[in-house]
């Protein structure tokens, strides 16, 4: 007996699953996310392995233009400063907390009061190791640079003898050191050695940087005084003056920082509020 053909009206023909395509349902973990359809021209086989990941794109470099005007800043800002340090010795009305004592030691041993800048700035890098402080370029040039650039202006200079031409070179030595300091600083290539004994005492005591550099410099000033050293109204002035001086100079020749997108970053990685002779 032949039965005719199911009805298409029959319950169980709603159950049956319609025939599709594999793609249609497959889906695809790509990356962590899902796809719904993969591409069309997908071929089928085993997955291939997981694509590997994009080489990370190199740390934005330095422009050399950037860099070239930051050593040009690091060694003219030095040389200034052993001009404006000289310029101080000219006037003979008194000098810089550090000066002071360098002339002492000048009048002591006999040796130019430039060799004893470097002198000195060699033996306070030594006090650097205990306390760990890491030297940059600026540090180590400003170990030499300084103190040559200092005999090299006073070999230039005429002894200057009238208070009438004296006082202006107090004045223009106080100004240069400050045009000076702001140069050197804003090229961010570490601090003077003299500023690094500040910050590293500060690290280690737990003092603020603003004590640790007053008694620096009231020890190095009173024992250049009992040395020989000049103390004067130009101390007085030079102490009052150097710091709005360096802040301004510093915003002056700020250069921009790489990293932050053409912003200006004043004295990157300088200790704050230290304005000290490097």
Known sequence: MISSPPSPNWPWKRFLLKPQ???????????????????????????????SSPPSSPQPSLPPGRLTRRLLQLYVGLALYGASSALL???????????????????????????????????????????????????????FVVGIAMDGTLALVPDAHALGIRIP????????????????????????PRDGL????????????????????????ATGFVLGGTVGVGTV???LAIGPLAQLFLRVFAVPSASSGGSTVVAAGQPEQAILRG
């Open 89 to 143: 010795v000219e006037a003979g009305l008194g000098l810089e907390p550090w000066g002071v004592l360098h002339q002492g030691l000048a009048e002591l041993t006999g040796l130019t009061i430039g060799v004893v800048s470097i002198i000195v700035g060699a033996v306070v890098l030594l006090l650097w190791i205990p306390m760990r402080q890491r030297p940059g370029l600026g540090t180590v040039s400003n170990v």
């Open 237 to 239: 002035l030079y102490a």
């Open 169 to 192: 070179l107090l004045v223009a030595g106080i100004l240069l050191n400050g045009v000076a300091t702001g140069l050197y600083i804003a090229a961010r290539f570490g601090p003077g």
């Open 21 to 51: 395509s594999v793609t249609s349902q497959a889906t695809v973990t790509t990356r962590g996310h899902i796809l719904s359809t993969p591409p069309p021209d997908r071929p089928s086989g085993p997955p291939s392995s997981p694509p």
């Open 198 to 221: 500040m910050t590293g005492l500060h690290q280690r005591t737990g003092r603020s940087i603003r004590l640790m550099r007053t008694a620096i410099e009231v020890a190095v000033v």
